[in-house]
């Protein structure tokens, strides 16, 4: 007996079975979406009680060689390769969101903007919209000069 035999105690393992069917989670690790599962192989093969929780959904299985039949297809590449650049598309969309926004003056704003500094902390001048006849300086008040004011 070699030590890929025998488990972390030293006891001997049985040998497992050969795998004749895929779980939902399974086909995941293998780079199977929901939709995919639904629209290439459909109905499961095998229903099974939940091994841990009884109340729990029951388990789908796929037959092994149904699963690796719809990978071999053209339209697994196709589906699975858009579905590759939805989900790459959607991570740089969620890391766009994610950055911090830029303070005023950085790089970027020009002369022309909207919004400048004006005196110190709290006072921002800001131009009329164009098209309105007014274009006295606007001050806003941050919400700390709010507070203090009795």
Known sequence: MTTQDRSRDGRPQRPRPARTHVSVAGLRAR????????QLLGEPDLLRPHPLFRTA???RLY???RVEAAERGEEFRAVSAAAARRSAAARTAA???????????SAGLGDDDTRRREGGPGRIRMRARSGTPDDRPRFRRTPRQIQERP
Request: aromatic fraction near 4%; hydrophobic fraction near 30%.
């Open 95 to 105: 890391l766009r969101r994610r950055r911090p926004p830029r303070p005023p003056g």
């Open 31 to 38: 780079g199977w979406t929901a939709a995919l599962v639904r």
């Open 57 to 59: 959904r029951q388990i």
């Open 63 to 65: 037959r092994l060689e």
